[in-house]
């Protein structure tokens, strides 16, 4: 059974910084989505298991960090603005494709999520 588990959400205002951290069991690429209630669920970002190669979401792009160490895999957030506001879920899976983005197909495990909230 893979675990997920992820932590470190919160409040902060607009043009602050966060770091999301997601502890996992699983040796598989991983990502980051978030989904607000009026919003679909969002690709944000990706790190690849085998070759350690990223994908960031246009929205994200130069702002968020995704990276790996060992079992945790780290989202650093800077420059947040009050449309980052969402639950964040920590994603597992062994899809992978060219494309510049994923989507939840290509993920086969999730966590609970954590809220991120950004005030302006």
């Known amino acids: 059974q893979v675990q997920l588990v992820e932590s470190g959400g919160g409040l902060v205002t607009a043009g602050g910084s966060l770091n999301l951290t997601c502890f996992t069991s699983?040796?598989?690429?991983m990502g980051w989505f978030r989904q607000t209630e009026d919003k679909a669920q969002e690709f944000v970002a990706a790190?690849?298991?085998?070759?350690?190669n990223t994908k960031y979401s246009d929205s994200v792009q130069g702002r968020f960090t995704i990276r790996r160490i060992g079992s945790t895999i780290i989202l650093d957030m800077t420059k947040l603005k009050p449309e980052d506001t969402a639950t964040y879920y920590c994603?597992?899976?062994?899809?992978?494709?060219?494309?510049?983005?994923?989507?939840?197909?290509?993920?086969?495990?999730w966590g609970r999520g954590t809220q991120v909230s950004v005030s302006s």
């Open positions: 699983a040796r598989l690429n």
């Open positions: 994603a597992a899976g062994r899809g992978w494709r060219s494309a510049p983005t994923l989507t939840a197909g290509d993920f086969s495990f």
């Open positions: 790190i690849a298991l085998t070759t350690g």
